[in-house]
């Protein structure tokens, strides 16, 4: 290929890029725009597991003058993203599909779709599960006297960070699966690896969950028990492959 052709060939892909772009944010905007009107309503579901655990009276606060528009907004535009992301994974794949053989075309979208059910599934669990648990915890551990109130952008930013924490924990047999799929690292190494794991997703635990051993154990317990789930699935695609 002579060096305009390749010029072309480049521009044409920034071109694409570009467009592919606009659509994935044109996509959010649309949902963001469906939902900022209940935004209020979408945080104070954000909030139920914390303000179900308050004492009598408790309540959050804002110590920001424009925290309580900004906050509500920024849970409706992560929560666009989340929902938009479909739209988002079609238009990435759609741009990088064309480069990929065939084989890797035919794994790579059972391993895209389930790395965000997983995904998904692991902000479920923060959720439903880990937040009431850890929220109780804490009450517990609440001096007499002391009100406990937090501020809403601050309880955000906790929250997000679970849910990103407990996303990616729970993406642990996609990456079993692909370790497994190219090659590097075969069911048997990884069973015999597995108490090595368990110590990892502890310390990994210790490290990104609050300190007590409830919320340290409510991750790493589903961590252990996704990298079997990981492995059970890898020696599946062994027999298949051999």
């Known amino acids: 290929m002579n060096p305009v052709d390749q010029q072309e060939s480049f521009i044409s892909h920034l071109v694409e890029l570009r467009n592919r772009l606009i659509k994935s944010l044109v996509a959010v905007l649309v949902v963001f725009l469906s939902l900022v009107w209940w935004a209020k309503d979408l945080y104070a579901l954000l909030a139920a597991p ?12 804002a110590t920001d003058v424009v925290g309580v528009f900004l906050v509500p907004v920024k849970v409706v535009a992560w929560l666009s993203l989340l929902i938009a992301m479909p739209v ?42 880990f937040f009431p648990g850890m929220f109780k915890v804490m009450a517990s551990f609440t001096p007499q006297g002391v009100a406990w109130m937090t501020d809403i952008d601050k309880y955000l930013s906790f929250v997000m960070g679970m849910f ?42 210790a490290v990104v969950t609050p300190p007590d051993v409830a919320s340290q154990f409510m991750l790493a317990f589903p961590m252990c ?4 789930l990981g492995i059970l699935v890898g020696r599946l695609l062994e027999k298949r492959r051999d």
């Open 88 to 129: 988002v994974l079609y238009q990435a794949w759609a741009f990088v599909a064309p480069g990929l053989y065939a084989h890797e075309k035919r794994f790579a979208v059972p391993v895209m779709i389930a790395s965000c059910i997983l995904f998904v599934i692991g902000m479920a669990f923060a959720y439903f599960v």
């Open 50 to 61: 914390l303000l179900a655990v308050l004492p009598q009276g408790g309540q959050m606060i």
């Open 164 to 205: 990103l924490a407990f996303g990616a924990a729970f993406e642990v047999p996609v990456v079993v699966v692909l370790l497994v799929l190219m090659g590097i690292v075969s069911t048997a190494k990884l069973a015999e690896a597995r108490r090595y794991v368990i110590v990892g997703a502890f310390i990994v635990a």
């Open 225 to 228: 028990l996704l990298y079997e």
